[in-house]
């Protein structure tokens, strides 16, 4: 199984970014997708998760009215659109996949970096 994340860069505080996840060797459509990012010395936290259909999306508070997660099972891609970035958004971003019936997220993206600067 392999996850590949793409999209990150510096943009200025305000500015928008697209990450993609691009997956390979799992079904694609029966796993649950989810973004995370971790910041310089601070722990991995939850951004946003979309279900298999992607109808369903939850989302951080921090990222909730921001950023905007969505998924296309025909082409076995994850998305995470982010928007007003801020500078407390830079971190490096995971993409990562779940089986519906597990709480443990088993598949993880190699990461992409996103540098919001004030």
């Known amino acids: 199984v392999q996850l590949q994340a793409s999209g990150g860069g510096l943009v200025q505080a305000g500015g928008s970014l697209r990450l993609s996840c691009a997956a390979s060797g799992l079904i694609f459509s029966v796993h649950d997708l989810g973004w995370f990012r971790q910041a310089s010395g601070r722990e991995r936290e939850l951004v946003a998760i979309?279900?298999?259909?992607?109808?369903?999306?939850s989302y951080a508070d921090t990222g909730k009215d921001r950023f905007t997660i969505s998924r296309d099972n025909a082409k076995n891609t994850v998305y995470l659109e982010m928007n007003t970035l801020k500078p407390e958004d830079t971190a490096v971003y995971y993409c990562?996949?779940?089986?519906?019936?597990?709480?443990?997220?088993?598949?993880w993206g190699q990461g992409t970096q996103v540098t919001v600067s004030s």
């Open positions: 990562a996949a779940k089986t519906v019936l597990s709480t443990a997220w088993a598949y």
């Open positions: 979309v279900g298999r259909s992607g109808g369903s999306t």
